[in-house]
């Protein structure tokens, strides 16, 4: 009985020891609140959007969604990244001239996304990339709340829009919701038009910060959209379908590590350690894995039913928050400490091994293949991030200590 009550004493003591760590840094929970909130939102609306379309026509949706969303990724060159980096850093101009860079690239993407697809898909790419500088700018100045607001307010709007115009336009409807709410919500970004001086002094030192930045804000992107592209011309739309859905439950609850690493990233730029919050950070995604793992036949067949083959896949695509957690968190580090050289490499390796897995297990094994090879793509970056990490802490350690000695050396003579 003693044991029971020892036992029950020290869960509940760790548990409150949590919350009290999760409460003192509030700006963490404005970005997650922001952030969570707004993958409900757009979550619902993908959910939604599938009790109304069948797996051909939801392929076809999420397919051209994930073409403009990547090309705004591309066109983004890792610029909004350096921007929360640098702020927090206290570079007061490096904002306004990575929106000035990211005018230009945004609206040369948008000219070929237009040639290539619809006129309203370009929209789509310039308003994403407005919206996203205007977000990150927020972070790299710890206007948590605000930013909270802006991602809830876009995410919301867009739900409706989308919603309400899709019943008359049909897919072209489920864009231009897209991006009338992206305008509305990058505000940030449209008044800073104004003061546009064409100076690049500061963002041109950062160059090569931003373009490893870049390839992991790519790899990210190959994680929500590129496979998409892959899966499309080998499979078909409705695999591809069966393959969204899966992917839509992890990026839902995979909103934690990701409002972790933007936390993190702002806060340790500014000189700020969180050693304990990322252990936190971890423990939670192991318990949201189990739970959709365990949850996931359930949730489909309940309320997708046109998806039942997804099953097998959302269980595999469950398993990925560990890894997808190590990823975020240990890469918010390398990047407050300039250590990208390690956040390209790992970029490199995920879409790599995805890629060459997506051939091999998709054409064997179907939609759950696809699925185990999200999984094994993104454990191959977490192993090597994480091992990258201790020999740099190795290093590290040995520099100090070699200096240590040399001082004391020299304090002798």
């Not at 044991?3 to 700006?27: C, P, Q, R, T």
């Not at 904002?95 to 005018?103: E, G, I, W």
């Not at 269980?315 to 957690?325: A, E």
Request: aromatic share 14%.
């Amino acid at each position: 009985m003693q044991v029971y009550h020892d036992s029950a004493g020290w869960w509940l003591g760790s548990f409150k020891s949590m919350l009290k760590l999760i409460y003192s840094n509030k700006g963490l929970l404005f970005i997650a609140l922001g952030n969570l909130v707004g993958a409900l939102l757009t979550g619902s609306f993908w959910l939604l959007i599938a009790t109304t379309q069948d797996a051909d026509q939801y392929g076809k949706t999420n397919y051209l969604v994930a073409m403009a969303s990547l090309a705004c990724s591309i066109a983004l060159f890792g610029l909004n990244t350096t921007v929360t980096t640098f702020n927090a850093k206290g570079l007061k101009n490096i904002s306004l001239q990575a929106n000035q860079l990211t005018l230009f690239s945004g609206v040369i993407a948008a000219i070929f996304v237009s040639i290539f697809s619809d006129w309203y898909a370009g929209l789509f790419v310039v308003s994403m990339v407005f919206w996203m500088m205007s977000s990150y700018d927020l972070l790299g100045k710890k206007l948590y709340k605000q930013y909270a607001l802006v991602i809830v307010g876009a995410r919301g709007s867009q739900l409706l829009l989308s919603l309400i115009l899709y019943f008359v336009l049909g897919i072209e409807g489920i864009i231009l919701g897209f991006v009338i709410s992206f305008f509305v919500f990058s505000y940030r970004y449209l008044g800073s038009m104004r003061m546009f001086n064409f100076k690049f002094n500061e963002v041109k030192g950062k160059l090569k910060f931003s373009m490893h930045a870049y390839s992991f804000n790519m790899s990210t992107s190959f994680l929500m959209f590129f496979d998409k592209l892959v899966i499309l011309p080998l499979f078909g739309y409705t695999v591809l379908g069966q393959y969204q859905i899966s992917l839509q439950l992890l990026l839902l609850v995979g909103m934690i590590p990701i409002s972790l690493y933007q936390y993190l990233l702002s806060e340790e730029s500014s000189g700020s350690r969180k050693t304990r919050l990322r252990y936190v950070g971890f423990a939670i995604s192991v318990v949201l894995a189990a739970t959709l793992f365990f949850a996931s036949p359930w949730l489909i067949e309940t309320y997708f039913p046109n998806f039942i083959d997804s099953i097998v896949a959302v269980k595999i695509t469950s398993i990925g928050i560990v890894p997808m957690t190590i990823v975020w968190t240990i890469n918010s580090r390398l990047f407050t400490t300039g250590q990208t050289r390690f956040i390209a490499v790992g970029s490199a390796i995920y879409v790599s091994v995805q890629v060459v897995l997506i051939f091999l297990l998709g054409r064997e094994f179907g939609v759950p293949g696809l699925a185990t090879a999200l999984v094994l793509a993104l454990g191959a970056q977490s192993t090597f991030l994480f091992l990258g990490q201790n020999k740099l802490k190795k290093k590290i350690l040995l520099e100090e200590t070699m200096g240590s000695r040399l001082a004391k050396k020299t304090d002798t003579k």
